[in-house]
């Protein structure tokens, strides 16, 4: 099958990794052009490339879980949030603040049908974790009465 690829296209593959190195050179000695081009690629797009597949790979995400929240119903896709059912294992903390590392690793556990995660929308997010005391973690550690602050 691979012979039938274009030279160019072989080439390409078998120099993988002197082309990323390249590349990398070419943007370190660059950066006023790479920073150029991702400000016009965000007025286009309104957001950065780097960003692209972060938002691919979420989008995907919200594809496989609904595209809204899993107890109201709410479907506008600017407060959904990815909800690990059972909060979160050693194995999602770790990557907590990887943002595209974790939603690819999210994505992958979807696809072999894993059951783990949900949609919430910001509301149904914060009142399971009132629910769940998981807000104890953050800022309510000690402070039993706090939860008496938002009602
Ligand atoms: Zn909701």
Redesign the pocket.
Known sequence: MSENKPYWKRWQESHREQLRQYHREWCKKNKDKVRQYAKKYQEIHGFLPQRKYYYKIKSQIFEILGNK?S????SDLRVLQIDHKFGKGNEDRKYKNASYKYYRLILEKLKANSQDYQL??A??NIIKKFEECELNQWNYRGKKDAIFLHL
């Open positions: 929240c107890r109201c119903g709410f919430l929308c509301n149904c």
